[in-house]
């Protein structure tokens, strides 16, 4: 694994020097500005989420198969991402409510997607805690070392498959056996929950086989993962471990409205803020992001401005996860740069 990391305090020390940096650039004051959080507007995204994935499944169920059916199904699947976004960053980062509130909300939006929140809570603080070094828990993904497996990532199956562990011979990424009494015990009652959760669906689906197909199982299984895909390829794709430098720990795509409001101001630029700043609620990244530009362009030079090319990068041209990307990425590059990117196998 490609890794300059030897002391998992690098990775830290390399992000408290990124918040220096912005602290710098934009003032104490303004920093703790942007960390202000708004309970309307936390209140108001799980509410609208909540409602939007009533009414597209009502829809889903009541309508005959045709055009909506297809836009539906993408709107459900993105729906399960935002979820999980929203989970990650109320629940997971800012803890809003409180303890109990947190674990209920958690639960609410991760258990339909067939996932165990104090699993996800775990690994994902571990990789925010070990970011790039060889204890961060997404090191996973560097398993995704072929176009076949990239492909297959893109299903839930290919997912639970690449977090198992297997490949690496390490613990699955929810694993939580080794954690404390009290981690455990939420992890045993989140199982059983997931359990009635998993036969109430396979009672529906029994009910209404085509109704839960496009509005639960094809979204959850092939859609949202999909999705999930496309952001972690703006996240951690093109990133360069050894440049010592935090703002070089992820991809430098230049998100716009369309890109923040699909990931919810957590991928590119984003979530290079997001990593400095965990706990700066989603609504305010973006502003920072823009106050930011020169800094994070300045730190981090590998400039993408297309989803598209990054998405050929990642399926067609198989440039290696977590590795700096060739610049540039399109139209074709000189001979001399094509003889040069790292390929990965077919298969």
């Given at each position: 694994m490609d890794n300059r990391y030897q002391d998992d305090l690098d990775s830290q020390a390399l992000l408290n020097l990124a918040r220096q940096q912005a602290r710098a650039a934009l003032g104490?004051?303004?920093?703790?500005?942007?960390?202000?959080?708004?309970?309307?507007?936390?209140?108001?995204?799980?509410?609208?989420?909540?409602?939007?994935?009533?009414?597209?499944?009502a829809l889903l169920w009541?309508?005959?198969?045709?055009?909506?059916?297809l836009f539906g199904l993408l709107v459900q699947g993105w729906l399960f991402q935002i979820a999980g976004l929203i989970s990650h960053?109320?629940?997971?980062?800012?803890?809003?409510?409180?303890?109990?509130?947190?674990?209920?909300?958690?639960?609410l939006l991760t258990l339909p997607r067939l996932s165990?929140?104090?699993?996800?809570?775990?690994?994902?603080?571990?990789?925010?805690?070990?970011?790039?070094?060889?204890?961060?828990?997404?090191?996973?993904?560097?398993?995704?070392?072929?176009?076949?497996?990239?492909?297959?990532?893109s299903t839930l199956f290919g997912v639970r498959m690449a977090q198992s562990?297997?490949?690496?011979?390490?613990?699955?990424?929810?694993?939580v056996s080794g954690k404390n009494a009290a981690i455990r015990q939420r992890a045993t009652w989140e199982k059983r929950a997931l359990r009635i959760w998993l036969l109430l669906m396979i009672a529906l689906t029994i009910v209404a086989p085509m109704a839960m197909l496009f509005s639960y199982w094809l979204p959850l299984l092939l859609v949202a993962p999909l999705i999930n895909t496309l952001r972690i390829i703006i996240e951690h794709a093109d990133a360069d471990t050894r440049a010592g430098n935090a703002w070089q720990l992820g991809t430098n795509y230049h998100s716009g409205a369309l890109t923040r409001v699909l990931f919810l101001w957590d991928s590119g630029?984003?979530?290079?803020?997001h990593h400095v700043f965990p706990r700066m609620p989603f609504y305010r990244v973006g502003r920072c992001v823009d106050e930011l530009r020169a800094l994070i362009d300045q730190q981090n030079p590998r400039i993408r401005r297309s989803l598209v090319a990054l998405v050929l990068g990642w399926y067609l041209k198989g440039y290696g996860h977590r590795t700096p990307w060739p610049t540039p990425l399109l139209p074709l590059q000189r001979k001399a740069e094509q003889s040069a990117e790292p390929q990965l196998p077919q298969g």
């Open positions: 104490a004051e303004r920093i703790k500005a942007l960390h202000r959080q708004d309970w309307r507007l936390d209140a108001l995204a799980v509410v609208l989420l909540i409602a939007l994935t009533v009414i597209n499944s009541t309508q005959s198969p045709g055009l909506y059916t960053d109320l629940f997971v980062h800012r803890r809003v409510g409180g303890e109990w509130l947190s674990r209920f909300g958690s639960a165990l929140p104090v699993g996800y809570e775990n690994a994902h603080l571990a990789h925010h805690r070990y970011l790039g070094s060889q204890h961060d828990t997404e090191n996973y993904k560097q398993a995704l070392d072929t176009r076949g497996k990239r492909l297959l990532f562990g297997k490949r690496q011979g390490t613990a699955h990424y929810h694993d630029d984003c979530h290079l803020v």
